[in-house]
C-alpha cells in the first residue's frame, strides 16, 4: 500500500510535532483541529522549529520551503477523505478517542489506515468502534517528536501484517527507529517508565529528598537527559496520571498505584510545564 497523504488529528504538542516530521520526509500532510487557536499555535511552532532548523545548518532553505509547502493546516474532519494515513493526537481518553475513530471511520477513503498516538490505551478497543479494526494500528512517538527517534508500533489483535508493514515502512521513511509491540497496558515505553516517574513521586512524597536532588541523583547518577520531575512536567502530569490509571487498571497490581501527589498537583491544576507550575515554577 502506497500513502502519500497524511492527517493530523489535534495540534497539540505531539500532533504538530509528528505533522512537522511527515512533512519533512515528503509527505503531504494536514495538521487538523477543531480548536483555531489551538491550530495557529501548531502551525506557528511548526514554522519556528523549520526556521530554526535552517540557521542550526540541519536543513536547507529549499528543504524548509519544501516541508512549509506541504503542510495545510484544515477544521474540516472531511478533509480526511481525501488522505491515505490518519495519524490520530488528541487528548488522553477513550471515550473522545472513540469518538474520533467513529467519525474517521465514516470519512476515510476505504484503503486509508487509521492510526493512534496513544501512550497507553488499548488499541484493540479503538479498533473496534471502526468497521476496519485490521487497518488499525497505534503509532506511539516521542516527545518532543522532531528530535527523538523512536517510534512503538502497536499491533491491536486484528491488525493485519499489510497494515503493519505499511505503518513500519512509514517510520523508515520518517527516519525513526520503530519496534513492534503487541497491545497490552503502557505497551513497552510507558510501562517502564511511568512507575519509574511514579517512585520517583512517592520518594517526594515520602519527604526522601527535594526534587531537585531526585532529578540530580537520576540525571547524573544514571546518566538521564532530565531527571525524572523534570520530565514529568515536560510530558504533563494529566499524563502521567492518566498512563498510571491504565496501568493500575490495566494489571491490577497495586505495583502501579498512582502516588496520591501526583493526583493532589493535578486537582490543583498543577499539570507541569504547560501550566507553569508542577515538581517546578516556569515563566
Ligand atoms: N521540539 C523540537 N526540537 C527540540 C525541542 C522541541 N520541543 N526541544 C529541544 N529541541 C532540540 C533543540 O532545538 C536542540 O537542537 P539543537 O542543538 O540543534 O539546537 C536539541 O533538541 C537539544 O535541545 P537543548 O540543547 O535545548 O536541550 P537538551 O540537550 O536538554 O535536550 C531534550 C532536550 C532533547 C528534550 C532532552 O532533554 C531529552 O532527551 N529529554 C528526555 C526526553 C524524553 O525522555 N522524551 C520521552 C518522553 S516520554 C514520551 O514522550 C512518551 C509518552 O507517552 C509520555
Known amino acids: 500500500m502506497s500513502i502519500n497523504k497524511i492527517m493530523v488529528i489535534g495540534a497539540g504538542q505531539m500532533g504538530a510535532g509528528i505533522a512537522q516530521v511527515c512533512a519533512q520526509s515528503g509527505f503531504d500532510v494536514l495538521l487538523y483541529d477543531l480548536n483555531e487557536k489551538a491550530l495557529n499555535k501548531g502551525m506557528n511552532i511548526i514554522e519556528k522549529l523549520l526556521f530554526r532548523a535552517v540557521e542550526k545548518e540541519r536543513m536547507t532553505e529549499t528543504e524548509r520551503d519544501g516541508a512549509l509547502r506541504r503542510l495545510t493546516p484544515s477544521n474540516q474532519l472531511q478533509d480526511a477523505a481525501t488522505c491515505d494515513l490518519i495519524i490520530e493526537a488528541v487528548i488522553e481518553s477513550m471515550e473522545v478517542k472513540s469518538k474520533v475513530f467513529r467519525e474517521l471511520d465514516e470519512i476515510a477513503p476505504k484503503h486509508a489506515i487509521l492510526a493512534s498516538n496513544t501512550s497507553s ?4 478497543e479503538l479498533a473496534a468502534v471502526t468497521n476496519r479494526p485490521d487497518q488499525v494500528i497505534g503509532m506511539h512517538f516521542m516527545n518532543p517528536v522532531p528530535v527523538m527517534k523512536l517510534v512503538e508500533i502497536i499491533r491491536g489483535l486484528q491488525t493485519s501484517d499489510e497494515t503493519y508493514l505499511a505503518i513500519e515502512a512509514v517510520g523508515k521513511k520518517l527516519q525513526k527507529t520503530s519496534v513492534e509491540v503487541n497491545d497490552f497496558p503502557g505497551f513497552v515505553s510507558n510501562r517502564i517508565l511511568m512507575p519509574m516517574i511514579n517512585e520517583a513521586i512517592y520518594t517526594v512524597y515520602e519527604g526522601v529528598a527535594s526534587p531537585a536532588d531526585i532529578d540530580t541523583v537520576m540525571k547524573l547518577g544514571m546518566n538521564h537527559p532530565m531527571g ?32 496520591p501527589l501526583l493526583r493532589k498537583y493535578v486537582k490543583a491544576g ?12 516556569y515563566s
Not at 270 to 281: A, H, I, M, V
Open 121 to 124: 490505551l488499548p488499541i484493540t
Open 228 to 259: 525524572p520531575l523534570t520530565l514529568a512536567d515536560f510530558i504533563g502530569l494529566d499524563t502521567c496520571l492518566s498512563i498510571m490509571e491504565v496501568l493500575y487498571e490495566g494489571f491490577g497490581d497495586s505495583k502501579y498505584r498512582p502516588c
Open 270 to 281: 498543577w499539570l507541569g510545564k504547560k501550566s507553569g507550575r508542577g515538581f517546578y515554577e
